[in-house]
């Protein structure tokens, strides 16, 4: 065999500012075991790789408007022609089981297409069922301790509680804003939301369910890494009211900077807690008012120490991506 490097295509383009950290991390921890380039589409169609490594697929035929979208839709056909044709494997990281967001008939063929042509799944945690019968490989999402360790950290406010991120619907942000307008204990917990609605209509329910609450900071746009250390080291819990939960960045996110998070209870929360300490990871079970347990959690204060996170420690990360990259090659390679 050869012993040139793997040449692996990452779907993602040019790292910005707004790029996930979770993306940054991984390219630039793989790019010490393989030979990473980022997505274009003249590169992915016609250019030389033998990996192509695809995380959220849906994000392919994405467009601000109706001509957009379908030239977006045809130039995925002609990918997935030269993937179908040729030896390049492609290896899918399953973040969730299923899109959270419904799309189209046309994009749902799409997206089923893109299960058929998966070589080897990526799967961030041992609960998930992919989409297709193809071979899996598990390994943890990475912790983000080195990403934002050059950043101030703040000391925490013993009565501030924070969501952070992007705002999607089957995050139930609103929920939780409007729990918080609604709660008559005047001498309650302030909460602070940060980050960007993916709509104007989530972000005119945000406001409206806030009611103009003292104890509620909306901070409704894009919030910079800077930011983010900002506001949860600040925090003395996050919360992720989450409608449906199955991998998240966001509880990593604070875990690393060393604050606990209340979740909702699941087979995949519960073992995030088993690996990291009950003291760190609070359980929110369907039967308990949320803010209630809120008030628990922040009530049990910040443990002393850092949550034990060795096992995801990301050069560990990046020589496993290498070789699930490996064997998704040698998989393409004795189907062809």
Known sequence: MSSRRLRVMMSTPALRATTNPYIVQLVHSVGREVDVSLFSWRRAIIGRYDVLHVHWPEIFTSASSTPKRWARRLLVAALQCRLALTRTALVRTAHNERPHESTTSVDGRILRRWD???????????RTTTASPAPTAFIPHGHYRDHFASFDHHDPTADLVSVV????????????????????????????????????????LLLHSAGGSSRIDLELDFIDD??????????????LPYRNLHNSGVALLALSLDRPVLVPDNAVTRDLQAEVGAEWVHLLRDDVELIGAIRVALAQGIPAGRPDLSAREWPVTAHQHADAYLRAQRIRRERR
């Open 226 to 239: 800077a930011r983010i250390v900002e506001v949860i080291s600040s925090s003395a819990l996050v919360v």
């Open 165 to 204: 991120g992007h705002i999607r619907p089957y995050k139930g942000v609103e929920d939780l804003v409007a729990a918080v307008a609604d709660d008559p204990h005047p001498d309650g917990f302030r909460l602070h939301v940060a980050g960007k609605p993916a709509d104007p209509s989530l972000r005119a």
């Open 116 to 126: 058929r042509l998966t070589t080897l799944w990526i799967v961030l945690n041992e």
